[in-house]
């Protein structure tokens, strides 16, 4: 198993641009997750999602749109950049969500936004 | 509000001695809580998982106390090695599928 894979592994954009962070895992996990990790903020929850068609939004959302169109995937889209966005954000899954499970982290994807 | 604080400052140990990480948590009431370690570079990789009844728990060197009476959660590891150098994170999960992260405590071992 790949496990949960992410890309790009680097980007860079211009404030007012799009772009979408892909994520996918392999494990047929129906909880899947995004977070952005900050110095000294540990990570922050920005949008989840509990199977193929459902999202909702986690403790930091604003600027970022999510959809789960699949089990497998689930793509982070941010609609016009600002560089308070400029951060290292990780997709994370786990089997179904349920407050005892572990969560699988990818790589991460680091975000810099001139 | 909601709040996970870890130790504030690097924690810097010689090899062989125990590294002791403090994780206090406020306005959560957690069944489960998590630790994490987390290389440069890299996504958090799981550790242990305590739950609410339990007062310990041991991996190998690693050690995790869960005292809710005190809202605190204690990481040791003993015998530490230069390889268990990483940033530690606590994590709770309140009971809406939302999993919430401290800021993390940085470990460095010296050999």
């Known amino acids: 198993n790949a496990g949960v894979t992410q890309t790009p592994k680097f980007q860079v954009l211009k404030t007012g641009q799009s772009m979408t962070l892909q994520c996918a895992q392999d494990?047929?996990?129906?909880?899947m997750s995004w977070y952005r990790q900050d110095p000294g903020m540990g990570l922050r929850l920005i949008h989840y999602?509990?199977?193929?068609?459902?999202?909702d939004q986690g403790e930091v959302p604003n600027g970022y749109n999510v959809s789960r169109s699949t089990t497998e995937d689930f793509p982070l889209r941010l609609l016009s950049a600002a560089p308070s966005q400029t951060s290292v954000y990780f997709c994370?899954?786990?089997?179904?969500?349920?407050?005892?499970?572990?969560?699988?982290f990818g790589p991460g994807t680091r975000l810099l936004v001139l | 509000s909601q709040k996970i604080e870890q130790n504030s400052e690097a924690l810097n140990i010689q090899e062989g001695k125990t590294a002791t990480l403090t994780c206090n948590y406020t306005?959560?009431?957690?069944?489960?809580l998590q630790w994490y370690r987390q290389d440069p570079g890299r996504g958090p990789v799981f550790l242990l998982l305590?739950?609410?009844?339990?007062k310990e728990k041991r991996k190998e060197r690693l050690k995790v106390t869960f005292d809710t009476t005190l809202k605190q959660s204690l990481f040791h590891i003993t015998a530490s090695q230069p390889a268990d150098s990483a940033t530690y994170l606590c994590?709770?999960?309140?009971?809406?599928?939302?999993?919430?992260f401290g800021a993390g405590t940085t470990v460095t071992v010296r050999a």
């Open positions: 306005n959560y009431s957690p069944a489960y």
């Open positions: 999602s509990v199977g193929a068609g459902i999202t």
């Open positions: 994370a899954s786990s089997y179904s969500g349920q407050i005892q499970e572990t969560q699988y």
């Open positions: 994590a709770l999960r309140s009971n809406d599928y939302k999993l919430s």
């Open positions: 305590i739950r609410e009844n339990e």
């Open positions: 494990m047929n996990h129906e909880y």
